[in-house]
């Protein structure tokens, strides 16, 4: 099954997206980007969908070092915030605004996941920035 990494400070909004997106994804949970950089480091996942700003590291912070290192720069991150617009100069792949719509979120992973890792930067499915 498909190992998705959740990244969010806000508990009940995890464990909300948690039971609804375990039916298709085995999903591992993290309260902020430091738990989530050890996760990254312990073992292998193939997409994250991490929350902007946290306590500790910031989701932007997340994005970037997962870009900075070699072995995982690849994996789909989608970057969820209730921000009007995507912050500048990070690199994510998809950016949604909170609140959520679980299919539409679940129909960006998959088509994430499909999607050439290799894919031409600024490309609509390609890293935003």
């Known amino acids: ?11 009940a909004l995890l464990s909300a997206l948690t039971v609804a997106l375990s039916d298709e ?15 990254l480091n312990d073992g292998a996942v193939d997409a994250v969908i991490t929350d902007l700003r946290m306590p ?3 989701g932007g912070t ?3 070092r997962i870009r900075d290192r070699a072995s995982i720069a690849s994996l789909p991150v989608i970057l969820v915030s209730g921000e009007y617009s995507p912050p500048a100069f990070v ?9 959520l719509d679980v299919e ?3 129909e960006t992973t998959r ?7 290799f894919r031409a930067i600024g490309n609509p499915v390609g890293r935003s920035h």
């Open 111 to 117: 088509r994430l996941l499909r999607a050439d890792p």
């Open 25 to 39: 994804f085995e999903i591992l949970a993290a309260a902020d980007g430091l738990a989530a950089w050890a996760m």
């Open 62 to 64: 997340l994005c970037e």
């Open 104 to 106: 539409q979120l679940r």
């Open 1 to 11: 099954m498909t190992r998705v990494l959740l990244v969010d400070d806000d508990s």
């Open 91 to 99: 690199r994510y792949d998809c950016y949604l605004r909170k609140p």
């Open 56 to 58: 500790g590291m910031s």
